[in-house]
């Protein structure tokens, strides 16, 4: 098979990621686990709006990739 750099549009929803998006995607998910990866200011960012939401740091993964 060869690969083709064709760019595709996205339909999915855009903009920040907040309280709000993650309680229209996550309202019946049961014990979830929080995975978060990205920039350093990102990841901190989420983790802390997370657990305000009163997530406990058990639930919550993350990995900081800097040069991006």
Known sequence: MKW???HQPW???TGLIDKEMLSRYLK???SPIYY???PP???KGLHTMINGTGVDDDDIRTEEFDGY
Do not use: K
Request: charged residues 20%; without cysteine; proline residues 0%.
């Open 28 to 30: 019946d998910a049961v």
């Open 36 to 38: 978060i990866a990205g």
């Open 11 to 13: 339909h999915g929803e």
């Open 4 to 6: 083709t750099n064709r």
């Open 41 to 43: 200011g990102m990841v």
